[in-house]
């Protein structure tokens, strides 16, 4: 039995603990707070420069906040430069990669976590170890095989590449992809595919009717890394075309610099408007991307 005395003796230790607890949680509060608004801080300053005139976001001091809101910027940017043409080759690009991606790197991923084969692991070294390549050590040898089979100058090295589970832009590798979904693959019950094998399904039914659906979540963050991560690129777009019609929206940007003017407050709508498309996406499949990233990279 507790006594009196033992029960007035434990309230100020529970309290202490209470307390302790509390300040625990309030430091990690600031801390992600702190957080939050360092990322922020640079969306914030893009929108709020895309509405201010181009004198304003040049001044110094710098202000946060414009004076008056020049929504005008918005149309003007999109007029400033063929926009339509080069978010829709960005748009192009992107699917083409994502479909690429999941095309080449699911059943790859399917192989090392479900088949059993001899050099299984030795094979998924060296795709590991070409995570490990920086994009520049692969960005010459693409190059030079692209022109002699007479592509360069067309969206075609940057369609076909994801395709043949090559890099995909210096951001996000297949390689990185295959060992996503390989680790997810593998931590799923065995169970499940000897029970299909025994039913008599083959190795693609087991793939598409079984895995996949059980996948969900990290066929989601691939998905949104890779669309992240093309819809971004820079450098092999740079490198790969030469027409200025086929460029995508990220090299399209770089036309409202000139030698001797830039219009910061039409690049800045510009970039906002460029970056909306990724939010949604992000935001739509953050479930799915943070447990998919979670168990895909643990096993």
Known sequence: ??????????????????????????????????????FLIPIIWM???????????????PQLL????HWENYAAAVTYIDFGTYITNSAIVTVFTIAGT??????????????????????FGVVLFSM?????AVMVPMYLIFRQLGMIGSLTPLLVTPFVGQFITPAFSSALAIFLLRQFLAQLPYELIEA?????????????????????????????????SSWTAFVGPLIFLSDESLNTLSLGLQQYQSQHFTAYNLLLAASTLFV????????????YFTSGATSGAIK
């Open 276 to 287: 909306i498309p990724v939010m949604v996406l992000f935001i739509a499949g953050q479930k």
């Open 132 to 136: 490990m390549l920086p994009f520049p």
């Open 196 to 228: 299909a094998k025994i039913d008599g399904s083959s190795s693609l039914r087991i793939l598409v009717q079984i895995l996949l659906p059980l996948a969900r979540p990290i066929l989601v963050t691939v998905t949104i890394m890779t669309a992240l």
């Open 1 to 38: 039995m507790i006594t009196l005395r033992q029960a007035e003796a434990r309230t100020p230790a529970r309290e202490r603990r209470r307390r302790a607890d509390r300040v625990r949680e309030t430091i990690r509060f600031a801390i992600g707070f702190a957080l939050a608004a360092a």
């Open 102 to 123: 999941l095309l080449a790197c699911v059943p790859a991923a399917y192989a090392f976590a479900v088949l059993r084969w001899r050099g299984r692991e030795a094979t």
């Open 66 to 69: 414009p004076d008056g809101l």
């Open 47 to 61: 929108v709020s420069g895309s509405l201010k005139s181009n004198e304003a976001v040049t001044a110094s001091p």
